[in-house]
Nanobody, 128 residues
Framework: QVQLVESGGGSVQAGRSLRLSCAAS????????LGWFRRVPGKEREGIAS????????YYIDSVKGRFTISQDSAKNTFYLELDSLNPEDTALYYC?????????????????????WGQGTQVTVSS
């Protein structure tokens, strides 16, 4: 059973940066996709970035490409989301998540329904 714990959220002014961390445990020998999602009140949870835990390939939605960076430190069993050039529209509850990746599949499809392991969420608030 994979367990995920986020940290690193907070309140910042527009233009500043934050780094979110997701500490993981319980990996098996399976291949995994690691993802970051966010939820704005009144809207559905949105997948924004993912990384292939085996190969390190990364994927982003257009609205965060060039501003957010997903990465991992396998030695620490932790993956990260660096949020740069934040704007008020980035205010949301951010979640890390994981799913197994079958052979032949990629992590490019960042859909909530595909992910089965979830962290508890960390709030990011950006003021103008």
């Amino acid at each position: 059973q994979v367990q995920l714990v986020e940290s690193g959220g907070g309140s910042v002014q527009a233009g500043r940066s934050l780094r979110l961390s997701c500490a993981a445990s319980g990996w098996t020998d399976a291949r995994y996709c690691l993802g970051w999602f966010r939820r704005v009140p009144g809207k559905e949870r949105e997948g924004i970035a993912s990384i292939d835990r085996t190969f390190g390939w990364t994927y982003y939605i257009d609205s965060v490409k060039g501003r957010f960076t997903i990465s991992q430190d396998s030695a620490k069993n932790t993956f990260y989301l660096e949020l740069d050039s934040l704007n008020p529209e980035d205010t949301a509850l951010y979640y890390c998540a994981a799913r197994t990746r079958p052979i032949g599949d990629t992590c490019s499809w960042i859909m909530e329904s595909e992910y089965i392991y979830w962290g508890q969420g960390t709030q990011v608030t950006v003021s103008s």
